[in-house]
């Protein structure tokens, strides 16, 4: 394939599943030639990676304690479930 086999707008329908590492390996290689060759999209590539770092780094919110009370009835209830 050549380095643009994969057109921009189709990189960027798929680049969100290429950064979060969801793809086949055929259609990551395809999307790495396009980026190699085309700079636009490899910044754009760059960008989302780094938003989804930060926000891999942001502490999680804390649970209402009163949806984890409601919570704790409900899996009470489940047959599998365990509350602690």
Do not use: K
Not at 25 to 33: A, F, L, P, S, V
Request: proline letters at 8%.
């Amino acid at each position: 394939m050549t380095p643009m086999a994969t057109p921009c707008r189709e990189l960027f329908a798929r680049l969100s599943e290429y950064v979060d590492g969801e793809l086949s390996q055929e259609i990551c290689q395809d999307i790495q030639r396009h980026l190699a060759a085309c700079d636009p999209c490899a910044a754009v590539a760059n960008t989302l990676r780094a938003t989804a770092e930060l926000c891999r780094r942001l502490p999680a919110p804390s649970l209402p304690s009163e949806l984890a009370d409601e919570l704790r009835v409900l899996l009470a209830r489940h047959p599998s479930g365990t509350a602690s």
